[in-house]
């Protein structure tokens, strides 16, 4: 298949967040399986300050957003190891800029016109390079509009007529939402403006838009499927994805095993797999233990999380048990940035109790491998989330996550009972309420589990035994595109160009 994916970051390009690893992650597995796969995003300033190499293509862009004539042009480069090409959508105005959406907390003012012209761009990449694509892979509210352009204006252009447009949403609580009269920066037709489509409350809302004209939506995970149909989960849209259910699938993400792999591993003192994980981790931990300057006893459990420090990612359960849990024999180590007031919290804890508690307030790759490796336990308390990642990463290196029960996490983590214990599939552990209590008690088994050689082995065999591949998720992608392409009308619109 022809496939273009288009979104607002990628890895080695530029990077918030999952988005990015998603990005570059499944564009390179659908290449390896033989197709041929076009990554577009546009051309930040993180993209041109690392050393990544690129060339001009000669081509030039324009499109027009109602009566704004938006020209840019595009370069090329290409996912290291991989087939699939980049392309880099280079408007300085809009995209050379220090951050990715934000400045100093706020949104920028014009993200509604940056990503309405980023998404008119990606479909005039597409003409100009002749690409002819089978699949336009939108992914969350920034390209949201591509779908409707493509069902309400491309369909009929020659090399659309055949194309199905996907959509991945990979965070329901970013929607893309702008006052109405942001609508002519779509430079679509004030008729789409209504409930049913394109507006939500007296809104513009880009996410809603791409669910609705897209052939296909997909999410990060089955049970996220699930959630974001309920209203403790879809953050208003649940209605619409109800609406919509019949072409809605989850697709678990999965990690780049090149970058996260304990036996290639550059950033880590040892490298290690399932045949020599306790001296192996164990380097790891001393370590670690020793640049944060915490007692190096192999004993204590240690327990690593590395995070947004945001209201998602369940720093308030932390707060919550914070002095009981201190208690306990435990160090833990923590690595983010974030909300002022959790980044305090955490600061705050670190400098009280040296003993037991250590932190880098900042974003570092490579101190989040050392982390992965050198901990033992791994604590994701989110309150939802769509996939995550490092639950992932944490049973590819032997460290046992401790997970709220909830979206990506329940479908990547076997809870540990009795039962899966004895058929050698329980990875980690659940917990069910959202509670400061519920969290404590659950840690406090992994932390008796710990303490049990049997168990721990085998927690850290099964995990280190999950196969993360992208491939494996790739091939469902394969199949959501194919039943897209089933549901294309048979004869679209055809009107000259
Ligand atoms: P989200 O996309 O909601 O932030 P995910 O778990 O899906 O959460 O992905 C987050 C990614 O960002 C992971 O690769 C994680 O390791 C990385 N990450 C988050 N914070 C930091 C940090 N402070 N330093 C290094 N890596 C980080």
Redesign the pocket.
């Known amino acids: 298949m022809r496939i273009l994916l288009a979104a607002s970051e990628a890895v080695p390009f530029a ?1 918030t ?3 990015a ?1 998603v990005a570059s992650g499944l564009s390179k597995a659908l290449s390896a399986r033989g197709h041929e796969v076009t990554l577009v995003l546009p051309y930040y300033r993180q993209a041109m300050s690392e050393a990544i190499p690129r060339q001009p293509t000669g081509r030039f862009l324009e499109t027009s957003l109602g009566d704004l004539k938006v020209r840019a042009v595009v370069l090329e480069s290409r996912l290291e190891g991989s087939d699939a090409r980049v392309l880099l959508i280079d408007h300085p105005h809009y995209f050379d800029r220090s951050g990715l959406y934000v400045q100093q907390g706020s949104d920028y003012p014009d993200n509604c016109e940056r990503f309405c012209a980023f998404s008119r761009l990606v479909m005039e990449t597409a003409r100009a390079f002749h690409l002819q694509p089978d699949i336009v892979h939108a992914n969350d509210w920034q390209t949201g509009l591509i779908p409707a352009l493509q069902q309400i204006e491309y369909r009929r252009q020659s090399g659309f007529e055949r194309t199905a447009a996907v959509l991945t949403i ?2 329901m609580a970013y929607q893309g939402t702008f006052w109405q009269q942001d609508m002519h920066l779509t430079g679509l037709g004030h008729e789409y403006f209504n409930w049913n489509q394109m507006e939500h409350y007296g809104q513009l809302n880009l996410l809603k838009t791409g669910i609705v004209f897209s052939d296909a939506v997909t999410t990060v995970s089955p049970t996220y499927a699930r959630e974001i149909q309920t209203d403790r989960f879809g953050c208003g849209l649940e209605g619409v994805l109800q609406h919509h259910g019949s072409k809605l699938t989850g697709i678990l993400n999965g990690i780049d095993i090149d970058v996260w792999n304990p036996e290639s591993d550059p950033a880590i003192p040892m490298p290690y797999s399932k045949e020599n994980v306790k001296p192996g981790k164990a380097a790891c931990k001393k370590k670690l233990q020793r640049r944060f300057n915490l007692s190096e006893n192999p004993f204590t459990p240690l327990c690593g999380m ?3 420090m945001s209201e ?2 369940g720093f308030d359960l932390i707060q919550g048990c914070i002095n009981d849990l201190l208690r306990e024999d435990i160090q833990l180590v923590f ?3 974030g909300d002022s007031h959790y980044e305090d919290f955490i600061r705050d804890l670190a400098s009280k109790r040296p003993d037991k508690v250590a932190a880098m307030i ?4 490579t ?2 491998h050392q982390i992965e490796a050198g901990s033992d336990i791994y604590l994701m308390p989110s309150r939802f ?6 639950q992932m ?1 944490s049973q590819a290196y032997g460290t046992v996550p401790v997970v709220h029960a909830v979206g990506g996490l329940v479908d990547s983590v076997i809870d540990c009972t009795p039962e899966t214990l004895a058929d050698r599939i329980a990875t980690g552990f659940h917990f069910q309420e959202y509670t400061s209590d519920a969290f404590l008690a659950r840690l406090k088994d992994a932390l008796a589990a710990y303490r049990d050689d049997d168990v721990w082995d085998v927690l850290i065999d099964n995990g280190m035994s999950c196969d993360w591949s992208w491939n494996r998720s790739a091939e469902v992608y394969e199949q959501t595109y194919e039943r897209a392409l089933a549901s294309l009308p048979n004869n679209p619109p055809s009107t000259p160009e």
């Open positions: 990077k967040g999952g988005l690893d990979h965070n590395i995070s947004r998602q990612k690595l983010g940035t900042g974003f570092d790759e101190l989040a989330e769509p996939c995550g990642l490092n990463y």
